[in-house]
């Protein structure tokens, strides 16, 4: 999410800045700014929207010409989507300027600190604490400075940052969300990611974890956080510049599926305390106030739907708390029965379908509880709501949605611990265990990441099979709708998901020789009863695939053509890296095809018509 991009050298900066964040424009945003070095100061402009309104907002009000400076894209976390929460950020002076990407988990803390010593905010974000922190620092160089404010900042940290008494040097540091340099001769640049300035060098430095940099128009120079000086790593860039806003892959589909790692660690990042319990303070809500919910309402269309699913299993079962789903299409003309002690959560990645929307604002007028879902800061839904439980999976630009439907599933599940843990409806030793299991799952979704090349060549088996079912009990149910849901919509291909008991109440009888069917068998307590549901698909004739967690691979042989694993985890938490091998097929099974995955036919990403 967001795009940074710097420049120290001869040229003027405006012509490099502007060109560089367009080019970062498919990380996603809602505003953008600039910031330009003069003699003994530092210009800024700020515009909400689109490059193409800041760079009209420059035709009216031109920067003094400059030949260092910094441009941000902002995609917003903390605070909305406005001009004054637009990046870059000044101190009290205006003499330090700062620009961020990631997530700060301590800013409110050092927020108050900052307030009580003195400072004043103009803007709601967590990257303005960085400046006036760095303003208290001013007797310090500035690189020595920022090393001092990463040791005391917490959370996904990009900084570039200026100040005008240090003309022409920029300084970055990186934790957790990416840094790069550009190496150019008599230039260099500092960005977010590659594109920004792929145009004009291909020689690069990556700025690795706990790094601070400084950079002119002659030099780079890497010091870990105690100041010691580190050997620059340079590397040449043979990606061409499309391949490059990609980070290297084909399609953006694939991108965001391997981006699912990283996308679950900013969705987690402070919401476990370190007594391994859930910390969802975030949400404002009085605890008692959720002790009186009597019954849970989960509305969502399409693939947020599954998610959905996924959070009854995990409330029924951790919060025993009764719990109904509903398509948000079709809840409020059911005429639901709603009082104020029900909690209604509401998921929609974008926060604007109008479905969703229209259902949110249904239970709302009942009196019900209501808490929103989203992945975008601001969107209709966080501003409808009593409460909002971001997902922070950052933009994602394929239409079908991989990322974004993995991190609601963990808000969802770190949601169902948290009414468990304030409503005692569990032990705390068991909260615990479930908790940091959740917080396992970035890495265990890497590991099941790693089967990529081995499904891709099961699926080139399947390039023209036409009808596939999938099926799941239990936890792995939603997982198989997503499944047959991500073939639908990329591959354009008869797919079904079902509860695998059902399919003798009617569904058998469309089994035949050539039907695929990809079973899902994760959940433990019903494992058994999933691979022999398989067995009477196998006995008419089917194809089967079978995913199943590792150590269980002989159960499944024995009746399945292919085995996928993922790791072993808990029931309910394990159907986040199930769906990974299924978003991979469906991938696999589209580009076999010649398919683009990123653009399927007559779909929306977002859904704003009834």
Known sequence: MCGIVGYVGPRPVVELLIPGLARLEYRGYDSAGLAIQQQDSIAVIKQVGRIADLEHALSLSPLPEGHTGIGHTRWATHGAPNTINAHPHRDCTGSVIVAHNGIIENWADLRSELIAGGHEFASDTDTEVVAHMLEDLADLPLAEAVRSVMKRTDGALALVVMRASDPDLLVGARRGSPLVVGKGDGENFLASDIPAFLEHTRRMVVVDEDRVVEITKESIRITDLEGTELPLEERVIEWDLEAAEKGGFSTFMEKEIHEQPRAITDTL??????????????????????????????????????????????????????????????????????????????????????????????????????????????????????????????????????????????????????????????????????????????????????????????????????????????????????????????????????????????????????????????????????????????????????????????????????????????????????????????????????????????????????
């Open 269 to 610: 990042r402070g919401r476990i305390r370190r007594d391994g319990l859930v910390d969802l303070s975030e949400l404002g809500l009085d605890p008692e106030r959720l002790r009186i919910v009597d019954k849970v309402y989960v509305v969502a269309c399409g693939t947020s739907f599954h998610a959905a699913m996924m959070a009854k299993y995990a409330i029924e079962r951790w919060v025993r708390l009764p719990v109904e789903i509903d398509i948000a299409s079709e809840f409020r003309y059911r005429d639901p029965v709603l009082d104020s002690n029900s909690l209604v959560i509401a998921i929609s990645q974008s926060g604007e379908t109008i479905d969703t929307m229209a259902a949110a604002r249904y239970a709302k007028a009942q009196g019900c509880l209501l808490i929103g879902v989203t992945n975008v800061v601001d969107s209709a839904l966080a501003r409808e709501s009593n409460a909002v439980l971001y997902t922070r999976a950052g933009p994602e630009i394929g239409v079908a949605a991989t990322k974004t439907f993995t991190t609601q599933l963990v808000a969802l599940q770190l949601l169902g611990l948290y009414l468990a843990q304030v409503r005692g409806s569990r032990d705390e030793g068991s909260l615990v265990h479930l908790a940091a299991a959740v917080r396992s799952l970035p890495k265990l979704v890497e590991e099941a990441l790693q089967a990529s090349t081995d499904i891709e060549d099961i699926s080139q088996k399947f390039a023209h099979t036409r009808d596939v079912f999938f099926l799941g009990r239990s936890g792995d149910f939603p997982v198989a709708m997503e499944g047959a849901l991500k073939l639908k919509e990329i591959a354009y291909l008869r797919a079904e998901g079902y509860a695998a008991g059902e399919m003798k109440h009617g569904p058998i009888a469309l089994i035949e020789p050539g039907v695929l069917v990809v079973g899902v068998a994760t959940d433990t307590h019903v494992r058994a009863k999933t691979i022999s549901n398989m067995q009477e698909m196998k006995a008419r004739g089917a194809t089967i695939v079978m995913v199943v967690e590792r150590g269980h691979e002989q159960e499944a042989e024995e009746v399945a053509d292919h085995v996928l694993t993922v790791p072993p985890g808990p029931d309910l938490i394990c159907t986040v890296t199930a769906v990974v091998p299924l978003q991979l097929l469906a991938y696999h099974i589209a580009t076999a095809h010649g398919l683009d995955v990123d653009k399927p036919r007559n779909l929306a990403k977002t859904v704003t018509v009834e």
